[in-house]
């Protein structure tokens, strides 16, 4: 008889064989199934928000607000990883808005993330009762075979690059969404940033930072390359963050601009060009062709650097959107008790319930309904 560990892994290979579809993309995390039931995912309900007097009505709403578009279409990943983050993020969103009825979210979630596109949308819902949200489950194959090594493995979480599959992935009535990644923090109203327009045929607009030094995003391979280098000589590309993002769906679908950022990763598979995750085949494509969005909207970079995760502070100017791209994350930090200063701005935001605390309140419960002699037992089936 075999031990049961291999007896598992070779019952797993089997299921593999005689079920292959199902097995494409699988991704591995150190929580398991019911630790992460227990410690991860338990949110505080979010207070309501509710629109102004002076907030457009829905009296013209169309049947379905996901086509909706007279609201604000928001795009985001939600994972078992980052759902700490994701929940923040729409917290502060809806905290900072002056319509937060008339938002609406996009929650794209991978189709074998551990915890099921089901439950994470019973969880959302149960943080968030009143909000406009629809999710879509993003096939992992679709894009496992482009993907490359980086510098670091999150950067290779397929999930990264759901945002090349927008204009495919959202319903096709979908003519504009702004793409937020879920490690950001919203601290103005998010009608603001929806407002700016795309001029010519611009396709993307985010903040760009041309003082840095775009050459270091790319191998010295690329660079000596003079068919490659050349696809810059007619642009002056400059560094955009892609954690944050102005879409023009149209203009994205029409010109084909999923097909092209495919090419390059397939170049990257073939032949060694840049070392980053999703971010070079986008500067690649829109480098020197963005809409140019005032910095405030993506303070990013206060996780630190990608190697060391090391503390950084804010870039000189007004804030609008904070946003803890690299390393490190607020929330692993804080639980860690070893926070950077600038996570003390994301807290706030944070609806995580630790298990203990959850423990707490129920055995209070527990006691309170043995004190009056009431029980209750009610089923919602949320979806």
Not at 96 to 123: G, K, M, Q, W, Y
Not at 137 to 163: C, K, W
Not at 206 to 219: G, L
């Amino acid at each position: 008889m075999l031990p049961p560990r291999l007896n598992a892994v070779v019952s797993l290979l089997i299921l593999c064989l005689l079920f292959k579809p199902f097995c494409f993309g699988i991704r591995t995390f150190p929580t398991s199934t019911a630790a992460a039931d227990k410690s991860l995912f338990h949110f505080t309900e979010a207070p309501e928000y509710r629109n102004g007097a002076f907030c457009p009505g829905s009296g013209n709403r169309v049947s379905s607000l996901s086509c909706d578009p007279s609201l604000v279409h928001i795009a985001m990943t939600l994972d078992s990883g980052y759902l700490r983050g994701s929940i923040a993020a729409v917290h502060s969103v809806l905290r900072h808005s002056s319509c937060p009825e008339n938002v609406f979210f996009h929650f794209i979630s991978a189709e074998f993330d551990p915890v099921s596109p089901r439950v994470l949308t019973r969880l959302v819902l149960s943080t968030f009762p009143s909000l406009n949200f629809k999710v879509y489950i993003f096939r992992e194959d679709t894009v496992i075979n482009l993907i490359s090594s980086s510098i670091r493995r999150a950067l290779e979480n397929p999930l990264n690059y759901a945002r090349n599959y927008l204009g495919e992935i959202l319903d096709s009535c979908v003519d504009r969404v702004i793409y937020l990644d879920p490690d950001i923090i919203v601290v103005d109203d998010i009608h603001k940033l929806w407002n700016m327009s795309l001029s010519d045929t611009r396709v993307i607009g985010a903040p760009e930072y041309c003082h840095a030094n775009f050459t270091k995003y790319f191998t010295d391979e690329f660079w000596n390359d003079p068919l490659l280098a050349r696809v810059f000589s007619s642009r002056k590309p400059c560094y955009f963050n892609t954690g944050v993002m102005i879409m023009d769906l149209v203009r994205w679908r029409e010109g084909n601009y999923r097909e092209k950022i495919e090419a390059w990763m397939e170049l990257q598979k073939k032949k060694r060009i840049y070392e980053l995750g999703s971010l070079p085949p986008f500067l690649l494509v829109f480098g020197g062709n963005v809409e140019a969005i005032d910095h405030r909207w993506n303070q990013h970079g206060l996780g630190g650097d990608n190697v060391n995760g090391v503390c950084r502070s804010l870039h000189p100017g007004p804030v609008s959107l904070l946003h803890w791209s690299g390393k490190g994350k607020p929330w692993v930090r804080l639980d860690e008790k070893n926070p950077c200063p600038l996570d003390s701005l994301w807290e706030p935001y944070d609806l995580y319930k630790p298990y203990h605390s959850r423990e707490k309140e129920e055995e209070e419960e527990e006691e309170e309904e043995q004190n009056w002699s009431f029980s209750s037992s009610t089923f919602v089936d949320l979806l």
